[in-house]
Nanobody, 121 residues
Framework: QVQLVESGGGLVQAGGSLRLSCAAS????????MGWYRQAPGKQRELVAH???????NYADSVKGRFTISGDNAKNTVYLQMNSLKPEDTAVYYC???????????????WGQGTQVTVAS
C-alpha cells in the first residue's frame, strides 16, 4: 500500500506564512513527480505547483513569487512553503504523487487526504 499524509494547514492572517508537508510511505520504488492542487469554495480545482524529477518545478501564476515547492528524496516528502498569504489562497490543498511501486506496476497517481488552509483578512 501507498499512503500520502498531509500536514501543516491551518488559520493564518493575511501576509502570514504556512508550510505544508506531504509524506509518502509504503512500497515505493520511485517517485516521478509530486505536487499540490487546491480547491476553494465555488471554484474549480487548480494545480498550484509540482516538482518533477526533484528539480523541475512549475507554479500557478497566482502563486509565483510567493510559494515554493521542494522535496526531500530521502524522506519521500514534498513541501509547499507559502509566504505572503492572501485571503484568495483559502482552499483545501491536496497533495499528489506520481510514483512506481516495488511491485512493478505502472506509474500511478496517489492522493493525500487534503488539508484546509484559511487566510483571514
Amino acid at each position: 500500500q501507498v499512503q500520502l499524509v498531509e500536514s501543516g494547514g491551518g488559520l493564518v492572517q493575511a501576509g502570514g506564512s504556512l508550510r505544508l508537508s506531504c509524506a509518502a510511505s509504503g512500497s515505493i520504488f520511485r517517485i516521478n513527480a509530486m505536487g499540490w492542487y487546491r480547491q476553494a469554495p465555488g471554484k474549480q480545482r487548480e494545480l498550484v505547483a509540482h516538482i518533477i524529477g526533484g528539480v523541475n518545478t512549475n507554479y500557478a501564476d497566482s502563486v509565483k513569487g510567493r510559494f515554493t515547492i521542494s522535496g526531500d528524496n530521502a524522506k519521500n516528502t514534498v513541501y509547499l512553503q507559502m509566504n505572503s498569504l492572501k485571503p484568495e489562497d483559502t482552499a483545501v490543498y491536496y497533495c499528489y504523487a506520481n510514483l512506481l511501486t516495488t511491485t512493478g506496476s505502472p506509474s500511478y497517481r496517489y492522493w493525500g487526504q487534503g488539508t484546509q488552509v484559511t487566510v483571514a483578512s
